[in-house]
């Protein structure tokens, strides 16, 4: 796929761009250099392949999922203003 000059300007006045000629021409050049890497790289055979999370073989330390601080939920409801069924009501916003 290759842009022309007449769809740089399309899809700036879509944008809401400002180019000017010389502009354009530079703009046309660099996209359509990155059309040309995207189909060089959807040309590679990658069948067998399977798919990365990342680029390295990374693993993430993780801890023990373990409770750490205390229940003090009714401590809270206590001095909420006010509380339902364990929920905090609040006033309305959007009406």
């Known amino acids: 796929m290759s842009l022309t000059l007449d769809d740089?300007?399309?899809?700036?006045?879509?944008?809401?761009?400002?180019?000017?000629d010389?502009?354009?021409?530079?703009?046309?050049?660099?996209?359509n250099g990155l059309f040309a890497l995207v189909a060089?790289?959807?040309a590679v055979d990658t069948a067998g392949?399977?798919?990365?999370?990342?680029?390295?073989?990374?693993?993430?330390r993780l801890r023990a999922d373990v409770v750490?601080?205390?229940?003090?939920?009714?401590?809270f409801q206590a001095i909420a203003p006010?509380?339902?069924?364990?929920l905090y009501l609040v006033p309305r916003v959007v009406e």
Request: proline share 6%; hydrophobic share 35%.
């Open 8 to 20: 740089i300007q399309r899809i700036a006045r879509l944008a809401r761009i400002r180019l000017e």
């Open 22 to 31: 010389g502009e354009a021409a530079k703009t046309q050049s660099h996209l």
């Open 68 to 75: 750490t601080e205390p229940d003090r939920r009714d401590a």
């Open 49 to 60: 392949i399977p798919p990365m999370a990342h680029a390295r073989d990374v693993h993430q």
């Open 40 to 42: 060089q790289m959807q």
């Open 82 to 86: 006010q509380t339902e069924a364990g």
